[in-house]
């Protein structure tokens, strides 16, 4: 083991092992990403060409009423998605945490969803939303004849469908992180404040609730990028409809660049929504990082 | 070498893999010099897959072998984009189901396959009426062969159901809404209708055709003239558009199209607005048409006929043997025998002119008695719903507006046309 070749080998074995895997990614992440940031300064309709037009694909892109509505909606839907989301979680993981009986089976439930796919949950929801099947056939046959819930085939209403089937989904995983937070407070603090006098909303308001801060941000930043690229739920739920009423960054960019023979316009979409999430992750990565120094 | 006994097996089944991966080797190449098609299609449904090996078998009648490259999904969009990425990366298949305006965009791509030799021996000029063989060109050379010819605008309708209305079949759009009332007074959904946008998109264009007439629908949707689509005739067929969704059931949005027609099928609905793959799902619950069901062109259509033509274009390739078996397709997929059996199956009409419809139902045989009349009167327009008229982003972007205004209930018909202008102009 001690011959000159040997540790030379031991010293670059690492590098080799991570050396493909390395180059792969970069060709097929980072180069595929700079790709895409060509192309949309380019002027490809069907096939990706190479003659540049300047911001002008861009502009198309927010001249377009279509974009400007999924815009909204993402903004809709991720704000709704994100706080709905974390309100509920925590709100479960709260409530499970009071050392109830059985605990394992209901946790198991209300984490089931997320085992499923957005496709499932998309489609499954679909048939529960809509007016002549599911929720409102259901409560008119109870002899409540007046009851309308027509959400998922209203264009003002049916984003709002879309929070609900993704909150449905996602309200178990993020109880499941919570509760994992929970357990990790060291009891002793909760007891002192208890010994000191505190009520048990004010110890959850001042201490449990703030010492949860870094699942917080674990979970802000897991929701907030399944929001901007939700695609499969729309998919399944509404296609993007009624009209094109709940249209979202994703589904724009699939439309433009896959079906509509766009690539230029869908670039720009796909770059647009990459700011997006870089807006949000590089400052938290940067906060995290820098802390890990200290 | 040593033969042992022991050893003999395996070096037997060695040399047996040898020699069969020698002569797949040379089966293969044979087959090449006998020239092999190889065709990207989405026909994957019972009639159309069947319809598909009618053209298999005839080039195999040829000596040619056929390579089927079929990619689910009756929009076409998955088949679009892996083919983009065969024809990006230097190995585009013989050829392709490609139709309409988007011939053009692969013309212009430059990967088209010239088929001007072919078209000028079996005199295609001729056979094929000036609006379809203008599709079918670009830049003036043949580059796609028509396999069939959909209609668009057809009324479907339940005669059980209008029976009970006591209502006849409309032929314009006044009397669309008199039955349409009827029916609704009868406790019937009046109109079968699936609230997605080709769907609104494809009602819309039935009722442009039908309130202003083709000389209208072709300044308007096809050379989208923005005075045109900004006038007195819009406004109209856009508030007459409007009033067919007061006659829909409101479970509609994202209902499918052959659900719709099930509906009309069984009677719980009157009528419906769709081309004639529907008559597919007539055909498929064993209703015979003028007896089950009632077939008709879309009010106020009568003498006009939009069509949905799907075609094969052919792309360029290197190899000369398979240049023949390219050629000998394209003229296959216009031989009567072909148009014949693929749209007996498909239940569309042939695109070749003066073709014995003896053996076709009573619904093709006015399609065509109408396509050929009206290639010749000057009323055969392409439909814009189905990707024949202009460019797929004009249409998307077209689309778009027709279905927010259909979905919309706030939205003035002046709203909407000046949003029509705008989306006209999406290059």
């Known amino acids: 083991m001690s011959s000159p070749f040997a540790t030379r080998l031991a010293r670059w074995m690492p590098r080799l092992a991570v050396a493909p895997g390395f180059a792969l990614s970069f060709?097929?992440?980072?180069?595929?990403?700079?790709?895409?940031?060509?192309l949309s300064f380019s002027a490809s309709r069907l096939l990706p060409n190479y003659e540049f037009v300047g911001l002008a694909q861009y502009v198309a892109l927010f001249e377009s009423e279509r974009w400007r509505v999924a815009l909204v909606n993402l903004g809709i839907f991720s704000g709704l998605f994100i706080g709905v989301g974390l309100a509920l979680g925590l709100l479960l993981a709260i409530l499970l945490d009071q050392k109830i009986r059985a605990e394992g089976a209901l946790r198991t439930i209300y984490l089931y969803p997320m085992a499923l796919s957005f496709i499932v949950t998309g489609t499954a929801w679909k048939w529960i939303l809509n007016p002549g099947l599911g929720l409102e056939h259901l409560v008119r046959g109870w002899g409540f004849e007046s009851f309308t819930f027509d959400w998922l085939v209203n264009p003002d209403m049916a984003i709002y469908t879309v929070v609900i089937a993704g909150v449905w989904q996602s309200a178990g995983f993020v109880m499941a992180l919570f509760l994992a937070g929970l357990r990790g407070i060291d009891d002793s603090i909760l007891k002192a404040a208890q010994i000191d006098g505190a009520t048990l909303p004010r110890i959850y308001w001042r201490i449990i609730i703030p010492s949860l801060r870094p699942v917080f941000f674990s979970t802000l930043l897991v929701l907030a990028h399944i929001s901007i690229k939700s695609f499969d739920l729309v998919m399944a739920l509404t296609a993007g409809g009624p009209g094109f009423a709940t249209d979202m960054p994703a589904t724009f960019m699939y439309a433009m660049s896959f079906s509509r023979g766009q690539i230029g316009l869908g670039a720009a979409s796909a770059t647009i929504m990459l700011c997006t999430v870089a807006a949000i992750v590089v400052p938290y990565l940067y906060s995290e990082l820098r802390g890990e120094r200290r | 070498m040593r033969m042992t006994p022991t050893r003999t097996p395996?070096?037997?089944?060695?040399?047996?893999?040898?020699?069969?991966?020698?002569?797949t080797l040379l089966c293969a190449s044979l087959a090449a010099r006998a020239g092999e098609v190889?065709?990207?299609?989405?026909?994957?449904?019972?009639?159309?897959?069947?319809?598909?090996?009618?053209?298999?078998?005839?080039?195999?009648?040829?000596?040619?072998?056929?390579?089927?490259?079929?990619?689910?999904?009756?929009?076409?969009d998955s088949a679009m984009t892996v083919l983009k990425s065969r024809v990006v990366s230097g190995n585009a298949p013989a050829a392709a189901q490609i139709k309409g305006p988007s011939i053009q965009e692969w013309g212009n791509e430059g990967v088209l396959a010239n088929l001007d030799d072919v078209a000028k021996a079996n005199n295609w000029d001729a056979l094929l009426p000036k609006v379809v063989s203008d599709v079918m060109k670009h830049?003036?050379?043949?580059?796609?062969?028509?396999?069939?010819?959909?209609?668009?605008?057809?009324?479907w309708a339940n005669p059980e159901a209008l029976k009970k209305a006591n209502a006849k079949m409309p032929t314009n759009w006044d009397e669309f809404f008199v039955t349409?009332?009827?029916?609704?007074?009868?406790?019937?959904?009046?109109?079968a209708h699936g609230g997605q946008n080709w769907q609104d998109f494809t009602t819309f264009e039935s009722v442009a055709l039908g309130v202003g007439g083709a000389d209208f629908y072709r300044k308007a949707l096809v050379q989208l003239d923005p005075a045109t689509i900004k006038g007195p005739t819009m406004l109209k067929v856009l508030t007459t558009f409007k009033k067919v969704k007061g006659?829909?059931?409101?479970?509609?949005?994202?209902r499918d199209w052959n659900l719709a027609t099930a509906m009309v099928i069984r009677g719980e609905a009157g009528m419906q607005l769709m081309g004639d793959w529907a008559k597919g799902e007539f055909i498929a619950a064993n209703k015979a048409p003028g007896k089950?069901?009632?077939?008709?062109?879309?009010?106020?259509?009568?003498?006009?006929?939009?069509?949905?033509?799907?075609?094969?274009?052919?792309?360029?390739?290197?190899?000369?043997a398979n240049l023949q078996a390219q050629k000998d397709m394209a003229a296959a997929i216009m031989s009567p025998e072909f148009q014949e059996t693929f749209n007996l199956n498909k239940g569309s009409i042939p695109a070749r002119l003066n073709m014995d419809m003896a053996k076709f139902d009573d619904c093709a045989k006015l399609s065509s008695k109408d396509f050929v009349a009206t290639a010749k009167g000057n009323t055969l327009v392409p439909s814009i719903a189905h990707g024949m008229a202009v460019s797929s982003a004009a249409e998307g972007a077209i689309k778009d507006v027709v279905s927010q205004f259909w979905n919309t209930d706030t939205m003035t018909p002046e709203q909407a046309m000046d949003r029509l202008v705008a989306a006209a102009k999406t290059k």
């Open chain 2, 10 to 23: 395996a070096r037997s089944t060695t040399r047996a893999l040898h020699i069969a991966a020698v002569a």
């Open chain 2, 139 to 155: 830049k003036g050379h043949y580059v796609a062969v028509p396999v069939n010819v959909h209609r668009v605008n057809w009324l």
């Open chain 2, 247 to 254: 006659y829909t059931d409101k479970n509609a949005p994202g």
């Open chain 2, 292 to 320: 089950d069901f009632l077939c008709a062109a879309a009010p106020g259509t009568g003498n006009a006929f939009t069509f949905n033509i799907d075609s094969f274009a052919m792309f360029k390739i290197k190899n000369t």
């Open chain 2, 180 to 191: 349409a009332e009827a029916l609704k007074k009868a406790g019937l959904i009046a109109v």
């Open chain 1, 27 to 38: 060709a097929f992440i980072y180069g595929l990403i700079a790709w895409n940031g060509v």
């Open chain 2, 38 to 76: 190889e065709v990207l299609h989405y026909w994957t449904s019972g009639g159309e897959a069947k319809a598909a090996s009618a053209l298999k078998a005839t080039l195999q009648g040829k000596g040619h072998s056929w390579k089927d490259f079929a990619v689910a999904g009756g929009g076409g």
